[in-house]
């Protein structure tokens, strides 16, 4: 098995309890909730939560 990176863009924040598959690149200016399971790639800017992880909004501009 081959390890997989994982790629965290600038300015992201994330709260307690985020776990990241392997392979995952979450972009720059993304939110992630509290426990959230990121299980595929989040877009710059958006605010992930959930276990698997879904976007439900944008990071306002700012």
Known sequence: MHPAR???????WWAANVRVLPGVTIGAGT??????VVTKD????AIVVGAP???VGTVPEG
């Not at 939110?31 to 959230?36: E, I, M, T």
């Not at 989040?42 to 800017?45: D, E, Q, R, V």
């Open 6 to 12: 994982v790629v965290i863009g600038r300015g992201v």
């Open 53 to 55: 992880a879904n976007q």
């Open 31 to 36: 939110v992630v909730g509290a426990g959230a």
């Open 42 to 45: 989040a877009a710059a800017g």
